[in-house]
């Protein structure tokens, strides 16, 4: 198949997955065409069925804001015309969904009916997708693509409680890719990081907060004062500045090392013993998986589709959002019990392992098989 692939090119689960997505399809002879304003972060290697179509939308001094939507949807139908795509996939339904309706509806005025498949990844629905501003586009958008995933249960069922979906949701998971995602032996690496042996702990995040930032450095406060430890803060975003006040004023300067947006983060997760993600709301934990197929513990919330990755007392703990006393008491007894840290590493990588890339591909593939039967049907 020819399948173009709309996403952003951040650091944010939905481009990652989207980017993950396209080049696993392409290691299965598919033809990928990733369409976005920059290239995505872990598009970094040259691979010949992979193709990459910047939109270039330029400032007009009538435009307060340059129209990426139009230059977007004007972009995928040139791309479809000329390399003549079979399918799009779409991710993030914000503004992407609309986009794509907008440009099927050109492609139609054409004689070329191109089929949109939209996933949703959580905030585009829970958060941005809810508000008043947006809700009446993306409620039609959902309506109007050809098909459409969730990344998780909690996810679909949310999008049916907060909106009036008339077409099926199909849920296919977020996934991890093993060849990447592994425990690796980095041991000079965590020498210099806990020099002393000490227990690292880890956050990853777009620090927003929705993913309770702060919490994390609270819980490690009180871990740090029983379990010698070190806090790896990875990513950034708005909330970083206060969450390295809070650390200074907390007296953890030299525990806590804020290391902003990192490539490769499995480099990382390998040297840690224990993962931090208390959320507000996950739609589904792609950090979480990323950390227990590195064979890493997790103490998370229990909000969003965190259930369904981190599964409690067998792959880590799991409480209710802000109960960080909780947490940090769930992480104190595992960190100082070897043989149950050891015991839910192995459960950790056995639980990832059904997210499998190579697990969760044929879904995809298959669920393209039976959008495009369904369009052929409607053009005959």
């Known amino acids: 198949m020819k399948i173009g692939i709309v996403c952003y090119p951040t650091y944010g689960g939905s481009g990652v997955v989207?980017?993950?997505?396209?080049?696993?399809?392409?290691?299965?002879?598919?033809?990928?065409?990733?369409?976005?304003?920059?290239?995505p972060v872990r598009l970094a290697h040259f691979d010949a069925n992979v193709f990459y179509h910047e939109v270039d939308s330029e400032d007009y001094p009538l435009f307060e804001y340059p129209p990426y939507d139009t230059a977007l949807a004007s972009k995928i139908v040139d791309v479809v015309q000329y390399s003549n795509l079979d399918i799009l996939h779409v991710h993030y339904a914000i503004p992407h969904a609309a986009v794509a309706y907008m440009a099927k509806k050109i492609l139609l005025?054409?004689?070329?009916?191109?089929?949109?498949?939209?996933?949703?990844?959580?905030?585009?629905?829970?958060?941005?997708?809810?508000?008043?501003?947006?809700?009446?586009v993306v409620e039609f958008s959902i309506n109007k693509s050809d098909g459409v995933t969730a990344v998780s249960q909690n996810l679909k069922d949310d999008t049916l409680r907060l909106f009036d979906i008339q077409r099926d949701i199909r849920v296919v998971y977020n996934f991890i890719d093993f060849e990447r995602f592994r425990k690796t032996n980095k041991e000079h690496f965590k020498k210099i990081i806990a020099p002393e042996g000490e227990r690292i702990l880890a956050h990853t995040s777009n620090f927003r907060k929705v993913k309770r930032v702060e919490d994390v450095v609270l819980i490690f406060k009180q871990v740090h004062e029983k379990v010698p430890s070190k806090l790896l803060m990875i990513g950034d975003g708005p909330e970083r500045q206060n969450v390295e006040r809070l650390a200074r004023d907390l007296g953890l300067s030299k525990e806590v090392r804020f290391l902003g947006k990192q490539d490769a983060i499995e480099e990382l997760l390998a040297i840690c013993d224990l993962f931090l993600i208390p959320s507000e709301n996950e739609s589904f934990g792609l950090a979480a998986l990323e950390a227990m197929a590195c064979e890493v513990p997790v103490i998370s919330s229990n909000s969003g589709g965190l259930p369904e990755v981190n599964i409690h007392g067998v792959t880590g703990f799991m409480s209710c959002p802000g109960h960080v006393d909780e947490m940090a008491q769930y992480a104190i007894q595992l960190l100082n019990d070897e043989e149950m840290l050891q015991k839910f590493r192995t459960n950790a990588l056995a639980q990832a392992k059904r997210f499998d890339i190579e697990n969760i591909l044929p879904h995809y593939e298959a669920y393209y098989e039976e959008v495009l039967d369904r369009s052929a049907a409607k053009v005959e």
Request: hydrophobic share 35%; proline share 4%; aromatic share 8%.
């Open 109 to 136: 005025t054409q004689g070329r009916y191109l089929p949109v498949v939209t996933t949703l990844h959580g905030t585009d629905i829970t958060l941005v997708g809810n508000n008043r501003a947006f809700a009446p």
């Open 18 to 39: 989207a980017t993950e997505l396209g080049l696993g399809l392409a290691r299965k002879g598919h033809e990928i065409h990733f369409i976005t304003y920059r290239r």
